[in-house]
């Protein structure tokens, strides 16, 4: 006799789950490439070729009512995000953004970064640890961005707590999906 098949549940909200989610990963990849996720009424695909052809299919899969999950749906009136655009808005302003990654322009942002990234790390090494979330991978990308758009350093951190703020998800809105 064979075993019923385990029902899978994966959860976003998971603290748990986040410790090690690969093994739910992988049946989401092999049992539920197209996973459905009745209580925060979601689905969610699992295999990076069907992630990409939706991607690629913006007829079917918008991005325009929201990309992160506790926002979509929600009107954000005339508010312009790149992300949460279709095209062929999404395109023309894409175009515009692309200039400054080229591989010429990230080829001459490379010894900025570096001098960024030793500024960051440099004052760890010999120390018995730190945090390297808090130290540098929070830190890294807006500080680049601000140097790339020529924010002076002494604004950089006023800077990064602005984009942390309009990134954050409000715990109250957070509840509203986790009850």
Sequence with gaps: MVAPVEEIYWDPYDVELDKNPHAVWRRLRDEYPVYRNEKYDFWALSRFADVQAALNNTKTFSSARGTI?????TDFGDLDVLIQMDPPAHTA?????????????T????????????????????????????VFAQQLPSMVISSMLGVPESEGEEVRLKIDEIFHVDPPLLRKFCT
């Design 69 to 73: 999950l506790e926002y979509i749906g």
């Design 93 to 105: 302003l894409r175009a515009l953004v692309s200039r400054a990654f080229t591989p010429k322009r």
């Design 107 to 134: 080829a001459e942002m490379e010894d900025r970064i570096r001098a960024i990234c030793g500024k960051l790390l440099d004052p760890h090494v010999g120390s018995s640890g730190f945090d390297y979330v808090t």
